[in-house]
């Protein structure tokens, strides 16, 4: 059974700094992708898609209202994928999903490349009070 367990949320002050952490299980690893999506409570189903990182090749992906802020790491031993993020701003605050996917996009916008939402965690509130 294929499943994804968010953690690390909580409720911050702005410039402050969270770690996400999303642990994978049932299936391996390095043939898929792991992004990291958020949503506002308030706009249903609008997600936006953070970050990224590929189990095939290595390759990550920011959107660019995070980069030189969120950085996205890995730990193969422990198949679970970590979003550090720094600098925190009100803006960020969401829910914050991981899901597993087929790719990481070079650029632009991160749409989720799997039909349904099978592949995706139960989210982790992130807060950020001004």
């Known amino acids: 059974e294929v499943q994804l367990v968010e953690s690390g949320g909580g409720l911050v002050q702005a410039g402050g700094s969270l770690r996400l952490s999303c642990a994978a299980s049932g299936f391996t690893f390095d043939d898929y992708a792991i992004g990291w999506f958020r949503q506002d409570p308030g706009k249903e189903r609008e997600r936006e898609g953070v970050?990224?990182?590929?189990?095939?090749?290595?390759?990550?992906y920011y959107v660019d209202s995070v980069k030189g802020r969120f950085t996205i790491s890995s730990d193969y031993a422990k198949n679970t994928v970590y979003l550090q993020m720094n600098s925190l701003k009100p803006e960020d605050t969401a829910i914050y999903y991981c899901a597993a996917d087929i790719g990481c996009p070079d650029s632009g916008n991160y749409s989720y490349g799997l039909p349904d939402d099978d592949y995706w965690g139960q989210g982790t509130e992130v807060i950020v009070s001004s």
């Open positions: 970050s990224c990182f590929s189990g095939i090749d290595g390759r990550t």
